[in-house]
């Protein structure tokens, strides 16, 4: 089973590699078999996401409801939501 197949958008995420590493992130999209795009809404805004491998990246087994459910519906998703998600579960 390929990594990218884990992974599910408003999936939390940890930059394991890169000048982001030990950031938590949400997945916002799935681009291919290898990227995501992601953000925090910190050092990386919802306007610039990262494109990261799926390699680069430890998995948690939580999902942003809130995050999935806007994406899935194309409604705005704001950099305030994304910190109070990740502030939420307070990963850190």
Known sequence: MN????????QIVKSKAGRDKDR????????????V???DGDLRKVDNLKRKKV????I????SEEV????????KITNLLLRK?????DLN
């Open 24 to 35: 938590n992130f949400i997945v916002i999209k799935k681009v291919d078999c290898q990227y």
């Open 3 to 10: 990594k990218i197949d884990e992974l599910s958008v408003g």
């Open 55 to 58: 390699k680069h990246l430890l």
């Open 68 to 75: 999935r459910k806007r994406v899935l519906n194309d409604d």
């Open 85 to 89: 998600e990740l502030e939420k579960l």
């Open 37 to 39: 795009l992601i953000a």
């Open 60 to 63: 948690y087994n939580l999902i």
